[in-house]
Every structure is written in C-alpha cells, then in structure tokens.
C-alpha cells in the first residue's frame, strides 16, 4: 500500500525492483528479516547505480512501514 515513486527497473538477471522485494517478503519469517533483506537489496542497487540514495530510502521508508511478514 505504499508507493514509493521508485521507477520498477529491470535488473540483469530479467528481474525487476518489486521481483526482489516479493523475494525478500516471501523468504522473511518476521518483520524486522523483511525489512533487513530490503535494506540488503537497496544497499546493492545503489552500489550498482540502479537507484540512488534518495531512491533507496524511499524504497526503505515503505518496506518498514508494511505488514509483512
């Protein structure tokens, strides 16, 4: 239920943005591992120049704002 305004990019490996988050919800058995795996994947899309630090606290703001797991 939160937007980010973080354009959905493509990865390398034929995912996108929300592919990985769906990823990281999937595989957490707790809130607090959902929002971890998130702020692993924005630290490694920003290393990559895929988002930009503005960019990955957004995404972050939103993970930790959700109901998952």
Known sequence: ?????VPNH?????CN???L?????ASADNHGR???CVAHLN????????I???????????AAQTDIP
């Not at 988050?21 to 919800?25: L, P, Q, T």
């Not at 930009?52 to 939103?62: G, P």
Request: hydrophobic share 30%; with cysteine.
């Open 43 to 50: 630290n490694s899309m920003v290393s990559a120049g895929v």
């Open 1 to 5: 239920g939160c937007d980010s305004n």
């Open 10 to 14: 493509h990865i390398d490996d034929g």
């Open 17 to 19: 943005i929300l592919d």
């Open 34 to 36: 959902f929002v971890g």
């Open 52 to 62: 930009t630090e503005e960019q990955k606290d957004a995404v972050q703001s939103c």
């Open 21 to 25: 988050i769906s990823r990281c919800a």
